[in-house]
T-cell receptor, first 112, second 114 residues
Framework: SQTIHQWPATLVQPVGSPLSLECTVE??????LYWYRQAAGRGLQLLFY??????ISSEVPQNLSASRPQDRQFILSSKKLLLSDSGFYLC???????????FGEGSRLTVL | KQEVTQIPAALSVPEGENLVLNCSFT??????LQWFRQDPGKGLTSLLL?????REQTSGRLNASLDKSSGRSTLYIAASQPGDSATYLC?????????????FGDGTTLTVKP
């Protein structure tokens, strides 16, 4: 079965600093990959998804960007963080066929 | 636009009690519905997946039902244990869309008291 790794697990960054969160997937090839954000006590909001290398779709306008440099690598970035970028960022990958969604352990970002 | 609502937002029960968590969605033309568990500060763990053609799924003490026509799903937990304490989220995806593009509810936070 597939395994999703995310790092860093926790990050505290000042406003205006850059960001890079990484997600890698094992146990599958050519996966669809997703970045979700979870605000405190809330459900998840889809930010970006990718169906292949170099292919990125954005779901909401924001200060963030995503890239897919390799088949099983998905990166979430920002050039200048805002306070509102704070949250819990989760990478997800569905199983081919069933569509069952699996998540990484998440990266908690605090912008001060 | 699909909207998912989970009621109640929080639930506290004594150990051993059977309980039901509710999930409703506005667009009944779903591809699948999935229930997740989330422990504090952790990612989501998949509990049960119900395809649109199915009515229910069972795993151990968990049973999830789906009624597409009414836009509802329930997660039944039998003989609750303190280890079941967590936040439970449901998510639905629509047919014809990218399989991982799910809409999530805000979750029900369950506390099982010893």
């Amino acid at each position: 079965s597939q395994t999703i790794h995310q790092w860093p697990a926790t990050l505290v960054q000042p406003v205006g600093s850059p960001l890079s969160l990484e997600c890698t997937v094992e146990g599958t090839s050519n996966p669809n990959l997703y970045w979700y954000r979870q605000a405190a006590g809330r459900g998840l909001q889809l930010l970006f998804y990718s169906v292949g290398i170099g292919q990125i779709s954005s779901e909401v306008p924001q200060n963030l960007s995503a890239s897919r440099p390799q088949d099983r690598q998905f990166i979430l970035s920002s050039k200048k963080l805002l306070l509102s970028d704070s949250g819990f960022y989760l990478c997800a990958c569905p199983l081919t066929g069933s569509g069952e969604l699996f998540f990484g352990e998440g990266s908690r970002l605090t912008v001060l | 636009k699909q909207e998912v609502t989970q009621i109640p937002a929080a639930l506290s029960v004594p150990e051993g009690e059977n309980l039901v968590l509710n999930c409703s969605f506005t667009d009944s033309a779903i591809y699948n519905l999935q229930w997740f568990r989330q422990d504090p500060g952790k990612g989501l763990t998949s509990l049960l997946l119900i395809q649109s053609s199915q009515r229910e799924q069972t795993s151990g003490r968990l049973n999830a039902s789906l009624d597409k026509s009414s836009g509802r799903s329930t997660l039944y937990i039998a003989a609750s244990q303190p280890g079941d304490s967590a936040t439970y989220l449901c998510a639905v995806s629509l047919p014809g869309t990218n399989a991982g593009k799910s809409t999530f509810g805000d979750g029900t936070t369950l506390t099982v008291k010893p």
